[in-house]
């Protein structure tokens, strides 16, 4: 909080009992190193100043924006300078690490988060705001998982995330079209809670958040922290779920086009023999001559999260297939 606002594009400001995180990268606010490495900060700093029984804890938590638009999504650069590094596979494994961390670490917040779109809300800065508890939004808004644009899919779990508030068929238009969809389109699906008028927008989203703020003692607000970060069913929310541990090797079974991951008790590391169904799943990374390892894999309907690398764990990604049933921590095949 002491941060220069003139140099730091991620900075968290107080606003009495409310922890305000403001994005300020002009032009575009794109997600480049300078921006992933405040949001890392920001959001370490909102643990410690969230934490149940910390003297003057903040309550709630506004993320918005300066600028004409939100965020006008990653900076492309970024991935070229992956590809064209000495270590694709290890940055981009480090990478695609890090963008999951963030907006698990928004979800794991004990207190209300709320996201403020004013404006175009593209890919990273979409993903995050999935990860509030409460999506705000101006009439002129809109919002985009652009990323097929540049052939590839959505890395901090938002697809999931769409497919819990909108369901899974919103969520693969979404993933699938590239396209920008309004806020009132999303709120009717049920992305964005509110569409409030531009003028005076970024006023009425502080006394939303303040108000929620001002909310129930701690121990009730602790309390409804624990039952927002549980699903139904007594599951929990967020990458546990979206990417749960695999327990043990997995294997093929079924007919072609309707294959799917199973148990298999069989000793070693778990592989995946091929792509999970030809031509459905994304940049399915090359693995060892038995195929690609397979860490962790996890499902919410029928969009899907792979980690897959080599027999070490190298090369994690996120993959999306549209058909394929697989393994998660609750069971096997479609439910």
Not at 231 to 240: D, N
Not at 246 to 261: E, F, Q
């Amino acid at each position: 909080m002491t941060d220069d606002p003139a140099t730091t594009p991620v900075r968290v400001e107080r606003d009495g009992d409310l922890a305000v995180v403001v994005l300020d990268h002009p032009p575009l606010n794109l997600f480049d190193e300078s921006v992933f490495a405040g949001f890392e900060k920001a959001i370490a700093e909102l643990a410690g100043i969230t934490a149940p029984g910390q003297p003057g804890r903040a309550r709630a938590v506004l993320f918005e924006a300066r600028g004409r638009v939100v965020s006008g999504g990653v900076d492309v650069h970024a991935f070229q300078e992956i590809a064209e590094g000495p270590d694709p596979v290890g940055q981009g494994t480090a990478l695609w690490s890090r963008l999951m961390r963030l907006a698990q670490g928004i979800e794991d917040l004990p207190v209300p988060t709320v996201f403020a779109a004013h404006g175009l809300t593209l890919t990273a800065a979409f993903e995050l705001s999935l990860a509030c508890d409460l999506l705000l939004a101006t009439e002129s808004a809109s919002f985009g998982l652009v990323e097929i644009v540049v052939g590839l899919t959505p890395s901090m779990g938002g697809p999931q995330r769409l497919a819990e508030r909108a369901g899974p068929a919103r969520a693969k238009e979404l993933v699938l079209t590239g396209e920008r969809f309004p806020a009132e389109v999303l709120r009717g699906w049920g992305v964005v809670n509110r569409v409030l008028p531009r003028d005076g927008f970024a006023d009425a989203a502080r006394t939303f958040a303040r108000t929620l703020a001002a909310g129930p003692d701690d121990g009730a607000r602790d309390d409804q922290a624990a039952r927002r970060h549980r699903r139904p069913g007594g599951r929990s929310r967020g990458r546990r779920d979206h990417a749960a541990d695999v327990r043990g090797p997995v294997r093929h079974r079924g007919p072609a086009g309707r294959r799917r991951l199973v148990p298999d008790r069989r000793p070693g590391t778990g592989y995946l023999p091929g792509p999970l169904i030809p031509g459905a799943a994304r940049a399915v990374l090359p693995g060892p001559d038995r195929g690609t390892a397979v860490t962790r894999c996890g499902r919410i309907g029928s969009i899907i999260d792979v980690c897959a690398g080599d027999a070490a764990g190298n090369g994690a990604r996120s993959v999306i297939d549209l058909r394929c049933p697989v393994v998660d921590r609750m069971g096997v095949g479609d439910r």
